[in-house]
C-alpha cells in the first residue's frame, strides 16, 4: 500500500501538504508545511493551541527545541511529492486474508515525502506494545525502503513534525497525560540527533 501510494503519479498537481478543491497543495515546498506547525493561525481548526501550551512550561521549552530542530533539518528534505495518508493507525486500514481491503479517513492526507508514512509508524510504535516483538515500523523502513539521499535526516524531520504536531493538539484539547508522553517522545527525539 505504501509503495503504491509513493507511486501514484502526481504531475497533475502543484504544491504540498494538503490540498484545495483543486488537488493542489497549499504549500510551495514540504519544508513550508512542515514548518507552519509553530504557527497558530486564526483559521486553524486548534487556533489558540499556543497560549494552552504556554501553561505546560517544560512541553512548551521542548516544542521550542524540537522546532528548532526541525528548522535545522528541513535543508535535507526531498523536493518529491507523493502522496501520503498521515493517519495509518486508528483502525483506518482494513485487512482483509491478510491484504488491505480498504483505506479510510482521508481528511488528513496531504502531498510530501513519503517517508512521511513511514515515520508515523516509528512515531507511535511504543504505543502499540503489541508491535514490539515484530518491530512493525523497522520493518515497514525495510520493506518499503527509503529513496533519495538523506534519508535519517529526512525521517527526523517526520518524526519531529509528528511529535510538534501532537504536542500542540494535546495542549489544545488539555489532555494532559498523553502531553506529556508526547513531551517525553519529542525530548527523545531531539537527544537522539546531537
Request: aromatic fraction near 12%; proline fraction near 4%.
Amino acid at each position: 500500500m505504501l509503495i503504491a501510494m509513493r507511486d501514484i503519479d502526481t504531475s497533475d498537481y502543484d504544491g504540498y501538504g494538503s490540498w484545495d478543491e483543486e488537488g493542489n497543495g497549499l504549500y510551495p515546498s514540504f519544508a513550508a508545511q512542515l514548518l507552519d506547525v509553530a504557527n497558530d493561525s486564526p483559521n486553524d481548526r486548534q487556533q489558540g493551541w499556543s497560549d494552552k501550551l504556554k501553561l505546560h512550561p517544560v512541553s512548551a521549552e521542548v516544542f521550542a527545541r524540537g522546532y528548532e530542530q526541525l528548522v535545522s533539518l528541513t535543508t535535507y528534505l526531498s523536493d518529491d511529492r507523493a502522496l501520503i495518508h498521515v493517519d495509518t493507525l486508528n483502525f483506518n486500514v482494513n485487512v482483509e486474508r491478510n491484504r488491505i481491503s480498504g483505506i479510510y479517513d482521508w481528511g488528513c492526507a496531504m502531498w510530501g515525502d513519503p517517508i512521511y508514512d513511514l515515520a508515523w509508524f516509528k512515531f507511535w510504535e511504543p504505543w502499540y506494545p503489541q508491535w514490539a516483538d515484530v518491530h512493525l515500523a523497522d520493518r515497514l523502513i525495510q520493506d518499503v525502503g527509503i529513496l533519495g539521499p538523506h534519508g535519517n535526516e529526512r525521517l527526523h524531520s517526520c518524526l519531529l513534525h509528528i511529535a510538534l504536531s501532537h504536542t500542540r493538539y494535546h495542549a489544545f484539547i488539555e489532555n494532559r497525560p498523553l502531553l506529556e508522553d508526547v513531551t517525553n517522545a519529542t525530548l527523545a527525539l531531539i537527544e537522539t540527533s546531537k
